[in-house]
């Protein structure tokens, strides 16, 4: 099959059976959307765009938080061969000053000739338009009256489809550029006979937050030019709930779904007894679990939970992706249990070896592997001169192929070093094993003292250990701020405040006792001092920036905790305002 | 405001605060769930569902922004017993 651009795919998919279902907090239909009726919404949108004035090749900011709205205007946009370019909605209404400073950076340099909106927040995004040069109007989406366009815009191949901007610094982004090539490549690659293997019976659910690549790539386009369909659930009904997913998954006889791992933790936390007696998991064949670094253990506690409710491991299909390579980069085979490499973890950070552990008394490190590369694309692990190391042997994952993103926006600079050689430099470290991939950490997260190299999520799993330590909020890194050699500094949150006097001391001493590394300092930080990035992975250069900077402790340095988790729920309270407030009009008027 | 203690709602509302609160400090009316009690974004949901489950209400999305202090979570809850009460 021939690549097709994303209006295409959608005109399409009109002719077939999907579309998206949305569900209401209890997981119960609200309304359904099938791809021909998406159509019609889009093709209206899009001649609304065009009457606001915007020409195609044009790029337009998109900040929609709710998901029925979202998707129409962003294939709306698609389709009159405009570029969209998702942002996260605000924070909180009356914080907007804080999230205008944030949004400023990314919006000035996707040089975006228009922000759409929703009415309630067109009132505070009004600032947009004076601040950024580029733009030239802020459109509410409730406001856009125009002619339909009879069909999509004809658009390239090699034409962007949007733009992706990554999680990290805000103060500067990087927008990630994808043509309808790239995303072409990379949703037949995930539904296809390699991938997913999706058919007419399948029914994806999805509570991932449309902003984050695996909730609109992976649960939303990819079954667009699949012609299946989709669930959508709040994902702060999943976060106040978590029984909610499992048994939407149970009621709409879903079969494909996926989260990133604290999602399967939270299930295995979280769910009652009297939840679980409703579940009726058999049907789920594929569990994805991806966007933050994948667990063994999580996945054997929530396999063995749930077993009673029809679960199969074999449904689990851990994966690796990044927004670069437009989201999947390896899949492992269908309806397989997760495969785990026990290996040495001394060898793996000294030698930078794979290796089997020769007797019970070496440390060992846990992995799953996260499978092969689709056809057509390659991956392969190489030393920091860019040679190509056998497997077994850690180094950086480089990437190759029809997903490889065209580089990043207006930032040659960063493009050349991320396609250096021809290859994409993915940062991450892992090792090939019988041809699949395991992840072993970031290049620069790596901590090196003495010639030896640290991960540190090693450092961090050890630390997780100590029972007063809260789950999940541990960061190690390597610093030279002091001068000297690398120092290993540990942060941590207690999990009760006051910490205890010698939490630090047991920090250290099970770090010790795990992996064998003697770390310079732990620090203990008030709760809610330790950052996480959207796809969940710990901030650690944030938190060593704050280290060097001396204001780690500072009780005020408290921002964002966990971003996904944070950003889904403010999301998703604004829209419920912008709910409460359209509920609220609709009364006055008839009031009157 | 109402003294948490003053109705069973406060009391029952103080109960499961205390039971989900992993810090060995005095629950009281004004205590705010983040800030005092040490709550993150996640489990100040697993406080609502726990609520909605001690009660048998619903919290609706756009009143949990409001519930920032014990005495406002146990405030929704008697509101939203009273919608119920109403015929």
Known sequence: ?????????????????????FLDERGEPASSLPFSRLLDEALAVAG???????????????????????LTTFLGASCAGLVPAPLYPPVRLDQFEAYLRQTMPAVTISRAAAVVTTTPLRRVLGAFQSNVPTVRSVVAIEKLAGTPLD???PVGLDDPVFLQFTSGSTSDPKGVVLTHRNLAANVTAIAGPDGLRLEAADRGVSWLPL????????????????????????????????????KAITRTRGTISFAPNFAYDLCTRRVTPREMAELDLSRWRVAGCGAEPVRAETLAQFAKKFADAGFRAEAFLPCYGMAEHTLAVTFPPLWREPRVDVVDAGQLSTAHRAVTPVNGQSMRAELVSCGRPFPGHEVRVADSKGHQLPERHVGQILLKGPSVFRGYLNRDDLTRGALAGGWLHSGDLGYLADGELYICGRVKDTIIVNGRNYYPQDLEQAAGDVADVRRGRAVAFGTQAGGGR??????????QAPAADDLADRVRGRIAEATGVLVDEVVVVPTGSIPKTTSGKLQRSRVKQRYEAGVLHHPRDVTSRVRLVGHVMRTQLVYARAHAAKMLKGWKGKGR | MTPLEADQVGRDVLGVVRRLCRRPVDVV???????DLGFDSLQTLELVAALEDEFGVTVPLERMPQIQTVGEAAACVRSLLAENARP
């Open chain 1, 1 to 21: 099959m021939s690549p097709v651009t994303l209006p295409e795919a959608l005109a399409a998919a009109a002719g077939g059976g999907g579309g998206y279902e």
């Open chain 1, 48 to 70: 609304g765009l065009r009457d606001a004035g915007l020409q195609p090749g044009e790029t337009v900011a998109l900040i929609v938080p709710e998901p029925r709205d979202f």
């Open chain 1, 151 to 153: 069909e999509v815009a």
């Open chain 1, 211 to 246: 902003f984050h690549d695996m909730g609109l790539i992976g649960m939303a386009l990819t079954v667009l030019y699949a012609g299946t369909w989709t669930e959508f659930l709040s994902p702060l009904a999943f976060l106040k709930r978590p029984a909610v997913w499992l």
């Open chain 1, 486 to 495: 690398e120092q290993i500094v540990v942060v941590v949150e207690p999990a």
């Open chain 2, 29 to 35: 009316a004004h205590s705010k769930l983040q800030a």
